[in-house]
């Protein structure tokens, strides 16, 4: 899958590229088969993400709402001629991207696809991960550890205490580590966080 670049059509007030309004606009036609509609859509940081409706109008197959990705580049107007770039990529291929708010995930239609339902639920880990804070006043957390590291295999429990601003742990051979709330974040399902 390749990009696909034009010249853009919709701009923000200060020239450059409206990059929402472009992928809204991918996603709104009709032919005499179909009418196609974003029912909502949202940009973060320079990923698209929307819940696009399929209306068949034979009459025949139910409205469905799906997910789609698109990942954009952009430049200002005035630039280049060929100033929007996009790779559009629907759920049902798997999207690497999954930072898709609730909001639009709550509209989708249920799929028997396993790639999208797995997308689906990457989002949705992704979204419960955001809720839980962890205070600059934490001095241990306890996790699971969920992707194998050079210290650590998928399933240890691992205890991190802070010391002097810095966060270590000791392995299941002793040796002590040291590392850093976004490694923590990536690496454990958090269970625990202990406040002074």
């Not at 709550?106 to 997308?119: G, I, K």
């Amino acid at each position: 899958m390749g990009w696909t670049t034009c010249n853009a059509s919709h701009y923000t007030s200060k020239g450059n590229v409206d990059r929402k309004a472009e992928c809204d606009s991918l996603y709104t036609w009709e032919n005499e088969y179909r009418k196609i509609t974003v029912e909502k859509s949202r940009m973060i940081g320079s990923v698209y993400y929307g819940a696009i409706r399929i209306h068949c109008k034979d009459g025949e197959e139910p409205d469905q709402i799906v997910g789609v990705v698109v990942l954009t580049n952009a430049g200002e107007r005035g630039s280049d001629y060929f100033n929007f770039g996009y790779k559009s990529i629907e759920e049902t291929m798997g999207p690497c991207e999954s930072k898709c708010p609730k909001s639009i995930l709550d509209l989708l239609t249920p799929t028997d696809n396993e790639f999208a339902n797995e997308w689906r639920k990457r989002c949705r880990d992704n979204l419960n991960k955001k809720k839980l804070v962890i205070p600059r006043n934490a001095t241990a957390i306890v996790g699971i550890c969920k992707v194998a590291t050079t210290a650590n295999n998928v399933g240890d429990k691992v205890t991190f205490i802070k010391r002097n601003g810095f966060w270590f742990f000791t392995n299941c051979n002793g040796v002590r580590y040291r590392t850093t709330l976004p490694m923590i974040r990536s690496t454990m399902e958090i269970k625990c966080v202990v406040k002074e």
